[in-house]
């Protein structure tokens, strides 16, 4: 199809905008520094994206370059939004406003777009080990991330390398830069498709050990919106005890909590010193007013803002394995690969690319089949 006979979805036009974070403003700006002696207004772009002017041709290549997503994506007809905005889950801070939040969602669902696009053309279907498991006052948090333990084999204490367990079992696993420090990890699961963990690169590494663990916990354990707290309190507990099995970090605490323990146990479960002490406190290792002095102790040192010793980075190495399938074996080039992606080879290099010169691990397996 010639970019004559192809238009903007105005949905489209909308969510690329809000995944960059601007306004209608900001892309009327962008449009008119790339074309040179004509002023696109707010208003023109408004219109566009009410659905009350075609955008085709020249228009929407305009429209493509200064949104850096290719015209295809813009001319998507695709569910971008799955099947509702209630079962995308987030670990995020109260701070994060409605626009911030906006702009994530719309990251996630073209990130959902890209992966599903990629992992089509490398004639992969997607297989995973996921299922729900629900949850009440019998059946616990804490029993199903001890079922999840059992069914996905992993042996007691620690795990090693949490991004790798979760591509293992089928998931998508995308780490980029969300453009916030206000939330740590996205994820959604979609009807037929396996699930996708979008994680922030500016998370440190502790917390993105267990924001991982918490949108896990999501995933497998609600399938329906929920009110107040509760949800994300299941996800506290469950990632707490998918990191920390109570039967195992039991002894570790029970030698003592202070800072100095914490700080060795930190380097031995990957996770960060406020997540231990909380273990020992739910596990009634420690009591409210331990736990109290503690949280002083750390605030008066700078450690509720920056621990020190940070555990070291996990990389995802599915969606690289893909595109490595892609240029090796199905002959792309990158600007090709970018191209299936729907992205600037620049965006997709830094997205998808960045594992891809890692070596392959033989205890990872093949994420998706």
Not at 290 to 313: C, D, F, H, K
Not at 343 to 368: H, K, M, Q, V
């Amino acid at each position: 199809m010639s970019i004559e006979e192809m238009a903007a979805e105005p949905g489209m036009l909308v969510l690329a905008r809000e995944s960059r974070g601007w306004t209608q403003a900001d892309v009327a700006e962008a449009m008119s520094q790339l074309e040179t002696g004509t002023r696109i207004s707010q208003g023109y772009v408004s219109r566009a994206e009410a659905g009350r002017l075609t955008v085709t041709g020249d228009r929407l290549l305009l429209f493509a370059a200064a949104l850096r997503y290719s015209p295809e994506v813009l001319c998507s007809t695709a569910d971008v939004h799955g099947v509702g905005i209630g079962l995308v889950h987030h670990r995020k801070r109260a701070s994060m406003g409605a626009t911030g939040l906006r702009r994530i969602h719309a990251i996630l669902a073209l990130s959902r777009m890209q992966t599903k696009a990629l992992t089509r053309a490398a004639g992969l279907t997607g297989e995973h080990r996921f299922h729900h498991i629900p949850v009440d006052e019998l059946d616990t948090p804490p029993d199903a991330a001890d079922r999840l333990r059992e069914e996905w084999n992993l042996p007691p204490g620690p795990i090693s390398d949490l991004v790798a367990v979760v591509e293992q079992a089928g998931a998508l696993v995308v780490v980029r830069d969300l453009g916030t420090s206000e939330l740590d990890a996205v994820s959604q699961w979609s009807q037929g498709e396996p699930p996708l963990f979008l994680l922030n690169s500016a998370a440190p590494p502790d917390r993105f050990r267990f924001s991982l663990a918490h949108e896990l916990g999501h995933v497998i354990m609600h399938t329906e919106p929920g009110t107040g707290r509760e949800q994300e309190e299941q996800a506290d507990r469950f990632a707490a005890e998918f990191l920390m099995p109570h039967e195992d970090i039991a002894a570790d605490l029970k030698e003592g909590v202070d800072l100095a323990r914490l700080l060795e146990l930190k380097g031995r479960w990957g996770v960060s010193m406020a997540a231990l002490a909380r273990r020992a406190l739910t596990l009634n290792v420690i009591s409210d007013w331990q736990y109290r002095n503690i949280m002083v102790e750390m605030s008066a040192l700078g450690y509720r803002t920056t621990e020190p010793e940070a555990v070291p980075r996990e990389t995802p190495r599915g969606m690289a394995r893909v595109v490595n399938q892609l240029q090796q074996h199905d002959g792309l080039s990158s600007a090709q690969a970018a191209r299936v992606a729907g992205l600037t080879p620049d965006e997709f290099d830094e997205i998808y690319r960045c594992a891809s010169s890692l070596s392959e691990s033989p205890a990872l397996g093949t994420s998706l089949r």
